[in-house]
């Protein structure tokens, strides 16, 4: 099994939708992780960090299932500018940051 | 501070021939990664670096690629000699300290024909 698997899309959606992805990972140790975007020929950015169950940023929530071995990304209200491709990176335990292949999503007016 | 700074932006070269790409990390981040990226693998760790010494170089796909980290604010990946699968998007990036926030360059394009 990988150390991280992302539905790699795309997730087509309108705007003002809310859409969600998840991610799931191996280390059942691992208790915390970060989501980073990546736009379209552009370096990863930092998106949210989530050192224990779950993080809420403005239109953004990220959670933890520790039982399911998952982490879920949810968008409200959709933008445009959210059209980007969404890395997880879950805790392994390595010290490098280990990245899931990503999820791609294309928000359409 | 400028941000994790790579060089160059773009590469094109010749199958055979040999390539250096840079990179200087952000000052006074102890830790510096070279990852890769291609769309059949994503992103790949290929090394890094704490404190100027390598400390996990398992990803490195063969002998032809050898990093090194000279000093606290440059680092080189160079691949002699190159052949078109290693066409990919080279990034490095760099932190402060173990699982923080690791903030990348703006990446090489390699393509090798």
């Known amino acids: 099994r990988k150390e991280v698997e992302q539905d790699p899309g795309p997730f087509n959606v309108p705007e003002g939708a809310t859409v969600a992805f998840n991610c799931t990972y191996s280390?059942?140790?691992?208790?915390?992780f970060f989501w980073y975007r990546q736009d379209c020929r552009k370096e990863p950015k930092l998106l949210m960090s989530?050192?224990?169950s779950g993080n809420e940023d403005g239109r953004f929530t990220a959670q933890l299932n520790r039982a399911s071995q998952y982490i879920s990304l949810l968008i409200r209200d959709s933008k445009l500018s959210d059209s980007a491709t969404y890395l997880c990176?879950?805790?392994?335990?390595?010290?490098?940051?280990?990245f899931g292949s990503g999820t791609r999503l294309q928000v359409q007016p | 501070d400028a941000g994790v700074i790579q060089s160059p932006r773009h590469e094109v070269t010749e199958m055979g021939q040999e390539v250096t790409l840079r990179c200087k990390p952000i000052?006074?981040?102890?830790?510096l990664f070279w990852y890769r990226q291609t769309m059949m693998r994503g992103l790949e760790l290929l090394i890094y670096?704490?404190?100027?010494?390598?400390?996990?170089d398992s990803g490195m796909p063969e002998d032809r690629f050898s990093a090194k980290m000279p000093n606290a604010s440059f680092s080189t990946l160079k691949i002699q000699p190159s052949e078109p699968r290693d066409s990919a998007v080279y990034f490095c990036?760099?932190?402060?300290?173990?699982?923080?926030?690791?903030?990348f360059g703006q990446g090489t394009r390699l393509t090798v024909v």
């Open positions: 280390n059942s140790a691992s208790q915390s």
């Open positions: 990176v879950p805790n392994t335990g390595r010290r490098a940051l280990t």
């Open positions: 989530v050192y224990s």
């Open positions: 670096f704490n404190n100027n010494v390598p400390i996990d």
């Open positions: 990036a760099s932190n402060d300290r173990e699982w923080t926030e690791a903030f």
């Open positions: 000052s006074g981040h102890d830790y």
